[in-house]
């Protein structure tokens, strides 16, 4: 899984960094066939957003969350895809 960090308004230091990578480590017990993984951290006023989009075999899945914390948005979205990503293993699984 390749994982793509950038920030709008926002500076992405190590332990965010670090966080965001150990956090979708953890998608990967959900479904191992994750490609590629772009997340973008912004800021707009007061509120912390944190958008994924995931690249997996047989689709695309996006996600959005926010928060006034940044971590709590990123675990918002870390919940969000995992749900996604459990759907999506199912959709395949019937056909």
């Known amino acids: 899984m390749q994982l793509n ?3 709008h308004h ?4 190590d332990p965010m960094r670090d966080f965001v990578t150990t956090k979708f480590a953890k998608l990967e017990q959900y479904f ?3 490609n590629q993984v772009y997340v973008v ?3 707009e006023k007061v509120q912390k957003i944190a958008e994924a989009t995931l690249h997996v075999n047989g689709g695309e899945l996006h996600a959005t ?3 006034e914390d940044m971590y709590a948005a990123i675990d918002g979205l ?11 293993k ?3 699984k019937q056909h």
């Open 41 to 43: 951290l912004s800021v």
């Open 10 to 13: 926002i500076e992405i230091t």
């Open 32 to 34: 191992d066939r994750i």
């Open 90 to 92: 199912d959709k395949l």
């Open 65 to 67: 969350s926010e928060h």
């Open 5 to 7: 960090i950038t920030g």
């Open 78 to 88: 870390i919940d969000k895809l995992s749900r996604q990503l459990n759907k999506h």
